[in-house]
């Protein structure tokens, strides 16, 4: 037995609204190393590294930016001045904004936590996708949907796919004697990838056409997805944190880690 | 069965018409091959067939096509896939599912066939292509001949009546192509489908078909027996071209029939293989891992030469390990040990300019090499990237191909000319060797014929050339070296004549129809009979 597709969708959803809600660092890193786990222990075979890894990278990034912005651009906050960077002089009507200047321990350690969260939002719904297959997620869509159950399917089939014309593309561009890596190589590779990746969606959206989708209104299932005890169970922990949970004390935090671990269970119980 | 009336089609924005007042009939149980020059509508006559053009391509159409009774104009494609099943060009794109039979059960699933219906039908479909070994496999992990049987399989087990396939066998090797043909040859035998299949290399399908359907211009079409088409036609594989040249009473579609016509020529003295020119490529006792480490070594042992001047082709079946062999020449292969050198050096401690000056290599897909938005920009960019007076790479694609106009798109180019826009690109850095993988895919006589002029050309200028590819035909003309890999090992190293003569599965046509003459293409044979 597998894990039901949508339990993966649902449980990110969940956490997602947890971390925002919360808008706690410890949280945050919490769920990410849940993720981490739950991608981990997932079997070879439904598991779609390569979507995940891009879902790591774009992390990553997110981070990254997050915190460039926090140290150049920012409202003056109060704490302890971790370093100073030459100021810039702005014209008068950008009042309260500013560039460079003094960095305060404030101002990083509240970056910092919110570019946990972008990390953690990009992650759970990176793993969730890399978890579940499109032809799962156009089943558990209705058909009368038509639009939504392609768009689905042409997300969860070409995200993987186009993390493999993106290493493809960079390797002809290596082949050229191009630099494959920093920022001026992205022209370069981003226009073939996003070329094939419109005209492989083309060919998807023809093929679900050409296969009869979304015309009967009635449809059946070769392998029904069940839906079992043991996900609703792995699930009301998550039910939980994102709605009941007010505050977060360090205890409370232990308890959220061990009970997020708890999702793990329909795989491991598989 | 299928009926075009007056038919016309045009896109929008276009000011070319695709298809212009065509009419024809395909009767119930044919098995029709449709074929013209690329870029001529084939591609579009078969979609038009179950309303793919132009319900999802946009376009307009006027006048009547008929599948069945059923009308192509006025209902969706999916309305018609209880009666027309498609194998899409190229298969990994149209799959929705990643497990074989989920594959195969979702055009059932979403027509809404009983589980019970369902469930016998796939058993019958995986006996019927021999898959029930993979039923459970992730189809990515498949090779190109399995993936097209999935296909296949996924688009018949809603038993329809007719099956289009659009080029099914250009992306394998001649053992997985014959199995896919005769696949399709029985199952129009046995359930009386109507099938229509667009393929350029006849020398695979002409003995399997009933009727051709040519297209020589946008309304000019001949539709007839095999024979009649083949007697007049600008395309016609390597054996109808030898009938040609020899002469014959009735033209033979099969070895069987040319070999009982009992034609003889005399025989052909080759000139001895001997390279003179200087040592390229040189790969001493290398061994290449996967990249998980529990399965077999990639490549095992291998070791060889290749000199300047020469054209090589590398061959085997899919999987085999050629394209790692390739990749080690310009250092992208996982060497666990041996030995590559190019032009005297290890090739992963070249620089970029060493590398573009050492090895022009064309990745399976030209256009990956290609990011600009027109012709012109893309040898402009080349001359920057590869410093060479301004104008340079344009003047080798003319000296290629002649004169294409520098304002249109990289992706309007047919297959040839695209592939010779990225060779331009690689050629203008001045590379001591060109390299291609599986150079071909999709490409008719045509443009074969001007890709043997091509690299011959670049040949000439002191280079060597060493190719990866499945197509016999283009080795016999082209290649005066072979090396045959199986299984990560290199099984043979001679010279062409000898190699694909020793398989029958890898000897090209005219070698089969005229055994042990020494000749191998129809100029050969001409050479055979002038004397020379």
């Known amino acids: ?270 | 069965m299928i009926e075009f009336k007056n038919v016309s089609l045009i896109y929008p924005n276009s000011e070319q018409t695709i298809i212009e007042n065509l009419s024809f009939k395909l009767d119930e149980g044919e098995f029709v091959l449709v074929i013209g020059q690329t870029g001529i509508g084939k591609s579009s006559i078969l979609r038009l067939m179950n309303g793919l053009v132009p319900h999802h391509t946009g376009g307009i159409l006027s006048g009547e096509i008929e599948v069945a009774g059923r009308s192509t104009r006025l209902l969706r494609p999916g309305e018609l896939a209880d009666l027309v099943g498609v194998v899409p060009q190229n298969p990994a794109n149209g799959f929705v599912c990643e497990i074989v039979e989920d594959e195969i059960a979702f055009t059932m699933e979403t027509l809404g066939i009983p589980v019970e219906v369902m469930r016998k039908r796939i058993e019958e479909v995986l006996d019927l292509l021999a898959l029930a070994p993979l039923r459970t496999r992730n189809i990515a992990t498949l090779s190109g001949g399995e993936q097209q049987r999935v296909a296949i399989a996924a688009a018949l087990v809603t038993q329809p009546r007719v099956l289009l396939l659009d080029e099914p066998t250009s992306a394998l090797d001649p053992i997985a192509a014959e199995e896919v043909l005769s696949i399709l040859h029985r199952l129009v035998n046995d359930l009386g489908l109507t099938v229509i299949i667009a393929e350029h290399r006849l020398e695979r399908v002409i003995q399997f078909v009933d009727r051709i359907l040519l297209i020589k211009g946008s309304g000019d079409v001949q539709l007839g027996e095999t024979r009649e088409i083949l007697l007049s036609s600008p395309i016609a594989p390597p054996l109808v071209e030898l009938a040609r040249v020899t002469g014959f009473e009735e033209l033979p579609l099969t070895i069987r029939e040319f070999r009982r016509s009992a034609i003889d020529i005399p025989n052909l003295k080759r000139s001895e293989h001997s390279p003179s020119g200087e040592t390229l490529i040189e790969i001493l006792g290398l061994n290449c891992s996967y990249k998980d480490a529990n399965s077999n070594y990639a490549l095992r042992d291998i070791s060889l030469e290749i000199k300047s001047g020469e054209i090589v082709a590398l061959m085997g079946r899919n999987g085999a390990g050629k394209s790692t062999l390739l990749k080690s020449l310009v250092g992208l292969a996982p060497v666990v040990s041996g030995e590559v050198k190019v032009l005297g050096k290890d090739p992963r401690t070249f620089d970029s300019t060493e590398l573009i000056g050492a090895i022009g290599y064309v990745p399976q897909e030209p256009g990956d090499l290609l990011i600009e938005t027109t012709v012109g920009d893309e040898c402009k960019q080349a001359d920057i990237d590869n410093r060479v007076t301004p104008g340079r790479t344009y003047e080798i694609l003319t000296g290629l191909v002649g004169a294409i106009p520098q304002s249109i798109h990289p992706r309007e180019l047919s297959e040839g000319q695209k592939l010779a826009l990225a060779l331009s690109v690689l050629l203008s850095a001045n590379p001591r060797a060109i390299v291609l993988d599986e150079p071909t895919r999709g490409f008719d006589y045509e443009a074969k014929r001007k890709l043997v002029g091509m690299l011959k050309q670049i040949a000439s200028q002191d280079r060597a050339i060493l190719l990866a590819t499945h197509d016999v035909e283009l080795v016999a003309e082209l290649a005066e070296r072979v090396l045959f890999i199986a299984d990560g090992e290199l099984i043979s190293d001679d010279s062409t004549a000898t190699s694909l003569t020793a398989s029958p599965a890898f000897a090209p046509q005219v070698a089969k129809a005229l055994p042990e003459k020494g000749v191998l293409t129809v100029s050969d044979v001409r050479r055979a009979i002038e004397g020379h």
């Open chain 1, 1 to 270: 037995m597998q894990t039901h597709p949508a339990f993966f969708w649902i449980w990110a959803t969940l956490i997602a609204t947890s971390v925002i809600r919360l808008d706690n660092s410890l949280f945050s890193i919490a769920a990410v190393l849940a993720v981490l786990a739950m991608v981990r222990i997932a079997p070879e075979s439904t598991l779609r590294l390569n979507a995940f890894r891009l879902a790591v990278r774009l992390a990553i990034i997110a981070v990254f930016i997050r915190i460039s912005v926090a140290i150049l651009i920012g409202v003056p906050m109060p704490g302890k001045t971790l370093f100073s960077l030459p100021q810039l002089e702005l014209p008068e009507f950008l009042v309260g904004i500013r560039l460079g200047g003094e960095v305060t321990s404030q101002r990083i350690s509240g970056a910092l936590n919110e570019a946990l969260i972008f990390a953690a939002l990009i992650l759970l719904f990176g793993a969730a996708n890399s978890l579940s297959t499109p032809t799962k997620i156009l089943k558990v869509i209705p058909q009368r949907l038509y639009g939504v159950g392609v768009a689905a399917a042409l997300a969860t089939k070409l995200t993987p796919q186009f993390a493999d014309s993106v290493s493809r593309i960079k390797q002809a561009q290596f082949l050229r004697g191009q630099p494959a890596s920093g920022f001026r190589s992205w022209r370069r590779i981003g226009t073939p990838v996003l070329e094939e990746t419109l005209s492989r969606s083309l060919d998807l959206a023809s093929s679900l056409e050409a296969r009869g989708y979304g015309i009967k209104r009635i449809t059946t299932r070769y392998k029904a997805e069940s839906w079992r005890g043991v996900e609703t169970i792995a699930l009301l922990p998550a039910i939980y944190v994102a709605t009941l949970l007010p505050s977060l004390s360090i205890s409370v935090l232990l308890v959220a880690i061990v009970l997020f671990l708890s999702a793990l269970a329909p795989a491991v119980l598989r």
